[in-house]
């Protein structure tokens, strides 16, 4: 019994969380891959885990389609979309300039589970124009935005620099 470790005869075991931990996708991060601290190791984090590495998060495998169409057969003029390694982000984009258009009468978005990368998206129409060519339309337009929000941000920030190199003198970027 005196060849045992002090902390396995004391009776507590003092965990420890490793250092990616905060890397997982956890309700509960503090419970994720708890490592029993070993006074003769140190620390040591768990290499092996069931969690997707993080780039396997947004690269699509091979085969995988990044959109799929399913064609609801309960409303008419009504399309569920099914976007992979995607999140909350795009979907709400999508939704809000879907809302936009007049022709569309209903879109919404749901993430059917929050650990996968995927959101649904429903889009209805009333009929004059299909739910896939008002989801093309609206991703033309987000495309548009945020290439003139780059181009307007851009031209902003130079604006500036410009501005604090002649208050400060050639050189000097004055704090930016």
Not at 17 to 27: D, E, G, I, K, W
Not at 57 to 71: C, N, P, S, Y
């Amino acid at each position: 019994m005196s060849d045992l470790p002090q902390f396995l005869l004391s009776g507590s075991r003092p965990y420890v969380v490793n250092n990616f931990a905060h890397l997982r996708y956890s309700r509960f991060p503090q419970h994720v891959n708890m490592v029993p601290y070993n006074p003769e190791r140190g620390r040591q984090p768990v290499t092996e885990s069931n969690v997707e590495d993080r780039f396997e998060l947004f690269l699509l495998g091979d085969g995988e389609k990044k959109v799929t169409e399913a064609i609801d057969t309960r409303i008419p003029s009504t399309s569920i979309f099914t976007f992979n390694k995607e999140d909350h982000t795009l979907g709400n984009m999508i939704r809000g300039r879907l809302l936009a258009n007049q022709r569309v009468t209903f879109a919404g978005y749901k993430v059917p589970h929050p650990l996968f990368p995927t959101f649904e998206l429903r889009v209805g129409t009333d009929g004059n124009q299909t739910p896939r060519a008002a989801l093309l339309q609206a991703c033309r337009e987000l495309v548009t935005d945020l290439i003139t929000l780059g181009r307007e941000f851009t031209k902003e920030y130079e604006l500036r620099k410009m501005v604090s190199e002649g208050a400060n003198g050639p050189g000097q970027n004055g704090g930016l």
